[in-house]
Each structure stands twice: as structure tokens, then as C-alpha cells.
């Protein structure tokens, strides 16, 4: 009846499954699934699912298995992150959009880019290792360093000054006045605000005037989280970068560097 109906999505931040809206959503989410599971919307890659018949869809040569296979990319593993992983979300056309434009963009690529990625499209499958990362396990890591005689660290061991909630909130400020927020957002949100000053967000300790290449190298192999001044250490031309100065660095590849 909500399909019939024309009733939407709703927007984006909005709670679903709540009050009248409860069996419009759950029409919509049956909706997504079943479209998911035919391969004319994108959720997740593929193997998420129990039963796939994408393959009905899918296009039938191996390069554009190949190009409908990259929206399965995740670089975070869904283990990790919960529901919030990101992923590609793509309706059937937006889907075809991109495997059209995949098309065009292998047909010209770098000899590097090439080496890469032509033997992929050629088999018109990437590997389910490539598109998502194996989930870290933080129990094997402590496992390991006890077996090394590494000391297990229970809380926070970095030095430093906890910033007030006061200096986060001018923190904010001071980054939406430079960004293209400025004069759309007047004020911080005050719950993004209170979650950042419950992380003990620490004013990293310097290295002090004067030091060089053998203090950040030992902070570094110590683990330290620190600040320095790098302005002696490095060229001034690395200094003050405009995206323009990149752009021109990189030759004709700046077209194809992804910002």
C-alpha cells in the first residue's frame, strides 16, 4: 500500500518503524531488500547475502562484473563498525550510471593502473579479501605482545593537557569559520560538543624549541603521541600548499587524482 501510495523514504536523521510511519518503512525496507537481493539496488557486497540472485542483473561480460564488484568496497568490515559501516548505497540506474562510466574510465588508464587492475576486470571478479578488510582482532594483538614481554596498558598512558570543554567549543568555532559552513551554521552543536569533551581530548606535549631529527625519531619509536616544529627539519616550499600548487605538481595526472 505505501509503494501504491507513493509514500517516500524518510529523511535522513529521521527515526523510522515509529508510530504511522511503522508499516510505510517496513514496506520500504521489504522493498530495498528484494531489490537488493535482484541485484537493482545496492546495499552491501554481495556474499552479505544468504540467497543472491543478483546475478540476473548483473552484466553477463566480465568487465562489467568487474566495475559492479567495486561497489562492494568497504574499508572498514561490517564486524567492526556495526550498522554504520560505510558502504555504497545505488538505486538500479545509478548502478548501471557507474558501470557505464567504470567502462570508460579502464579503457584509459596508466601503464601502472593498468598492471593493477586489467587482470581483474579480465576474470570480472575481486576477491571478497580485497573488497572488505578482515576485522582487526584486538585480542590476538594482546595476545602476542604478552607472549613478547610487552606490558598490557589498562588506561590512557599519553601525557598532556586535557582540553577544557570551553577550548573545544573555540576549536569548533575557529573550524567553521574557515570551512563553507560559515554563515550557515552559527553555532556548534551542542551534543557534538559534549561528546568531544568526554573523549579526554589531550594537548599533545612538544618536543620544544630546537629539536631535531633524533628527538621525532626517538618520540616515534617510543609511540608518543607529540608536536614539534617541523620548519627546521623541512624544505619552506613544503609549507603553505594551495590545492592549485598540487594540482601543479602533479602535471597532466592532476585530473586524476581523486579530492
Known sequence: RAIREGVTPPAAGAPIFVGERFWPDV???VTYAVQALLGRRHLMHRSFFALDLSALWYPSDSEGRFCRDILGYMWVHPNVSGLSYPSVYATGADTDDWVAACRRELGSLSPEESALLHPLAKVGE??????IPHP???ADLLASARAKGAPVLSGPQEG???L???EILAMLRHSLALSAFQGVVDEPHEGIVDYLAGLRLLEPEGLGAGAGWGEVGAALRAGRITRFDARPLFPSELFNVTA?????GEGDAAKR???
Open 27 to 29: 514496506a520500504i525496507a
Open 126 to 131: 575481486i576477491a571478497q579479501e580485497v573488497l
Open 136 to 138: 582487526d582482532d584486538n
Open 160 to 162: 598532556g593537557r586535557r
Open 164 to 166: 577544557s570543554r570551553e
Open 244 to 248: 592549485s600548487d598540487l594540482a601543479r
Open 257 to 259: 587524482v581523486a579530492v
